[in-house]
């Protein structure tokens, strides 16, 4: 691997968790040595009490990037080197954790052993937020099913925001935090000068500078081709006014002629309210040119109806974002009128044809002995402007001279500019603007395909161009969400040497979607492809506070076959705390630069992988450390060898470390 973006991105992701593990192996050497045990004891018996669970939990980390090896093409180049170098740096944490970790905290406890004079005596009171947040546990582990169907509640409410609300599956870092910019781009015919490209860009720099909104444009101008860039103020980024500017460049542009003007928007703007020109594509596939091209347009009308859509364009052979036009002029003869005249049609189009070639005659010249045939005209013969024709005069048989506009209408429409074949079909795509949420959008365009009825042999369906995520990376994320899940559940199995118990840990996975769904929701970012992969990654991630806190209430009952359940249960989370909200601090604050601090151009990708990183620990830590309680209890009271507490509703007692 090289030192690039993703290699990078990926150690600055390891941040927070290369350190968990020596956080875990510390505090409770910590705890061990403030119980009253020695310096070189606590440090031996605390990284090895603790072995097995940071290993499985590391595991579970490192296993959910094994199905990464499944991914192909653009998903493989972009996030096997960064799965490679999390597994890497995490597997390094664990010589740290276990080596240098307790050798370290030993020396520097017994440095300060003579300052330890038992600050935790038994008789030391507990602070209110301990004996609160007891009460809370306490009230789970006796009514657990409420303390579930309350969660499974607020799962359901989530995730209705988030389907509701959220647009998913789109391509690269969404729009959630990207500025609000319109993009104006001029293209001339080839062999135009710079010249002229350059004029017609002055042209629209000068509209620009009339609008006191516009904060900043800058112009590149090339031959043929020239583009310029308009931002606003961050105030008016997320308003409707980009979209009212951009609907005024637009028809600005329709004001050009010899050249392509092309006006886009892009950003919160637009995606959240607006749109950009064009932002959906329906693809229609046949073998019978024409019946394609009647179908296209039939949906092109359906499209118009709608009130929400504009911009409907029926030849955009290139996609999405597109503009693949090629037109021509037609001339519509008024027969009626011709006849008035005493002019037939073959010969108005004789003086047409002599209007716009010219009626010069062909002469000859010999010129070494060959002879050569040869016609005159004037400059610029070739290029005719559609009023001058019309202006232009032609004589009739009764002597009146009359104007060609007079007697036949000239038209632009729109041709094909190419003709695309897919398996031998004819393709053409269907394009068009939706104004408003991104959301409804897809809504209606799924609705406008499924709706379409077409003859045997032809095919209406989305176009796998553009911004979102074609069907084969989706089936290929499903599969290894799939497997990730289900190479979770074999470590957790394996370390607990039980069937049930994992489900405890499984459980923390909706747990942590209830973050992820709720911080999409209220930053209005876009759940991207990148998200998605973060929540392969926040698989492995988020379980890890369950496995601490299940093997600790193991290891409790193992020491203690008598205790109760309810109590075991109790002191292994209260023992647990600590380390858990520091793993997650540490690991939410090694993520948060990427949010906060990234390049909104480059870094998108960042952005979602951290978003859904960010929720899923912050939600599962608060689940992990109320309702996961509450899970054990529920699928442990019923197995036979345990001790229950005397009634369910006495407090259950509190152990004061």
Request: charged letters at 20%; glycine letters at 8%.
């Amino acid at each position: 691997l090289t030192l690039n973006l993703l290699t990078l991105m990926g150690l600055a992701m390891g941040f927070g968790l290369i350190v968990d593990n020596s956080i875990v192996v510390l505090e409770n050497i910590h705890r061990r040595w403030q119980g009253g045990e020695r310096v070189e004891e606590a440090a031996e018996a605390g990284a090895r009490e603790v072995a097995l669970p940071i290993l499985a939990s590391t595991a579970t980390t490192l296993i959910v990037f094994v199905p990464f090896v499944y991914l192909q093409g653009e998903l493989r180049v972009f996030y096997v080197p960064l799965a490679m170098v999390v597994a890497l740096t995490l597997i390094a944490s664990l010589f740290v954790a276990f080596t240098f970790i307790p050798s370290l905290s030993a020396r520097f406890l017994a440095s300060g052993a003579n300052v330890q004079t038992g600050a935790h005596d038994a008789g030391a009171s507990r602070p209110f937020y301990v004996r609160f947040y007891a009460d809370i546990v306490s009230f789970t582990i006796r009514f657990p099913w409420v303390a579930m169907t309350a969660t499974a509640i607020v799962f359901g409410g989530s995730y209705y925001l988030f389907d509701r609300y959220v647009s998913t599956w789109a391509m690269w870092g969404g729009y959630g935090g990207q500025d609000t910019y319109i993009s104006v781009q001029i293209e001339l015919p080839r062999g135009s000068n710079l010249e002229r490209t350059d004029q017609l860009m002055q042209y629209f720099e000068e509209r620009v500078a009339e609008i006191p909104e516009v904060e900043r444009y800058t112009a590149n101008v090339q031959q043929t081709y020239g583009s310029m860039r308009i931002t606003f103020p961050e105030e008016i980024e997320n308003t409707q006014i980009p979209v009212v500017i951009k609907e005024q460049m637009m028809a600005y542009s329709h004001t050009f002629t010899g050249a392509e003007v092309r006006v886009y928007g892009y950003g919160p703007s637009f995606y959240g309210g607006g749109g950009s020109a064009p932002n959906y594509g329906i693809k229609v596939l046949g073998y019978n040119y024409e019946r394609v091209r009647d179908i296209a347009e039939g949906l092109g009308s359906r499209l118009e109806r709608l009130s929400r859509v504009v911009d409907v364009d029926t030849n955009a052979s290139g996609g999405y974002f597109v503009r693949d036009k090629a037109w021509e002029f037609t001339a519509t003869v008024d027969r009626e009128r011709l006849a008035r005249y005493e002019l037939t049609v073959q010969d108005l189009i004789g003086r047409l044809n002599a209007a716009v070639g010219g009626s010069a005659g062909i002469g000859f010249l010999k010129l070494g002995g060959e002879e050569v045939q040869y016609q005159v005209k004037l400059e610029d013969n070739l290029d005719m402007d559609i009023l001058d024709l019309t202006e232009t005069l032609i004589d009739t048989p009764t002597g009146h001279r009359i104007r060609l506009g007079e007697v036949l209408a000239i038209t632009e429409r729109d041709v094909l500019a190419r003709i695309r074949r897919e398996n031998q079909q004819y393709e053409r795509t269907v394009a068009y603007e939706f104004r408003g949420p991104t959301r409804l959008g897809d809504l209606i365009h799924e609705n406008v395909i499924e709706s379409s009825e077409v003859p045997p042999g032809y095919t209406v369906e989305k176009s796998d161009q553009g911004y979102s995520i074609n069907e084969e990376e989706r089936e290929q994320i499903w599969m290894v969400l799939a497997i990730a899940l289900l190479l979770v559940y074999m470590v957790t199995a394996a370390l607990f040497e039980s069937l049930l118990q994992p489900f405890c840990v499984i459980l923390t996975v909706p747990m942590a979607l209830i973050g992820v769904y709720l911080i999409f929701f209220y930053t209005e970012a876009s759940f991207t492809r990148e998200a998605y992969v973060g929540v392969i990654m926040m698989f492995g991630i988020v379980v890890n506070n369950a496995i601490l806190l299940v093997d600790h209430i193991n290891g409790i009952r193992r020491r203690d076959p008598e205790k109760p359940l309810e109590e075991a249960i109790l002191t292994g989370t209260l023992e647990r705390v600590r380390p858990i909200l520091m793993t997650t601090a540490t690991t939410v604050l090694g993520l948060m630069p990427l949010v906060l601090f990234g390049d909104t151009a480059g870094t998108n990708i960042w952005d979602a992988l951290a978003l859904v990183l960010i929720g899923g620990l912050l939600s599962s830590t608060i689940f992990v450390l109320t309702i996961t309680p509450a899970a054990y209890h529920v699928l442990e009271r019923r197995r036979p060898g345990h001790r229950r507490a005397a009634t369910p509703s006495e407090p259950v007692p509190v152990p004061l470390r």
